[in-house]
T-cell receptor, first 112, second 113 residues
């Protein structure tokens, strides 16, 4: 089956690094995604990683994938108040189904 | 600039009413999706469509139906609204070949009394 789990809440101080974690159970995932939802808005794609990679860096964002442990993380360097949002990890199974399976979302609160 | 719009941001309906939620995308995307978002549960897929008049059930289709008569428009229908359908409804679209890169609308917050 498929299940994506995240912790619900994370609080950090401005300027610190944030690490948001995600675990998934289905090893057939081909791509894993991070989406961001700002207050009152829909989701927007932040970044993604292909399952044969273990790291991807994009400016302040670093995605780490441990396929053996089915663990995905998103690190945000130098976290800013504008990073306050809900972050969702999602997997896209290689089953022909065209929909993503989302985690429950982690609410990141950045304190000044 | 890519855009997905939803017909209402907020909606209040009574139990038993028929409710229509409309979604329109201007990117000529083949895939369209309806999710509901509830605190602590993340996004759950209700239905999706990969072509005009084509639809597939998601994880929680009970109590819902959909319609896709034109490529740009995907409607979610609550045949007889119930209080447990109070939620945030999010529409998304994507290209056929890149179903993981989804573009979301702003959401419709539905309250069923």
């Amino acid at each position: 089956g498929e299940d994506v789990e995240q912790s619900l809440f994370l609080s950090v101080r401005e300027g610190d690094s944030s690490v948001i974690n995600c675990t998934y159970t289905d090893s057939s995932s081909t791509y894993l995604y991070w989406y961001k939802q700002e207050p009152g808005a829909g989701l927007q794609l932040l970044t993604y990683i292909f399952s044969n990679m273990d790291m991807k860096q994009d400016q302040r964002l670093t995605v780490l994938l441990n396929k053996k442990d089915k663990h995905l993380s998103l690190r945000i360097a130098d976290t800013q108040t504008g990073d306050s949002a809900i972050y969702f990890c999602a997997e896209n199974l290689d089953t022909g189904r065209r929909a993503l399976t989302f985690g429950s979302g982690t609410r990141l609160q950045v304190q000044p | 600039d890519v855009k997905v719009t939803q017909s209402s941001r907020y909606l209040v309906k009574r139990t038993g009413e028929k409710v229509f939620l409309e979604c329109v995308q201007d990117m000529d995307h083949e895939n369209m999706f309806w999710y509901r978002q509830d605190p602590g549960l993340g996004l759950r897929l209700i239905y999706f469509s990969y072509d005009v008049k084509m639809k597939e059930k998601g994880d929680i289709p009970e109590g819902y139906s959909v319609s896709r008569e034109k490529k740009e428009r995907f409607s979610l229908i609550l045949e007889s609204a119930s209080t447990n359908q109070t939620s945030m409804y999010l529409c998304a679209s994507s290209l056929w070949q890149d179903s993981g890169t989804q573009y979301f609308g702003p959401g419709t917050r539905l309250l069923v009394l």
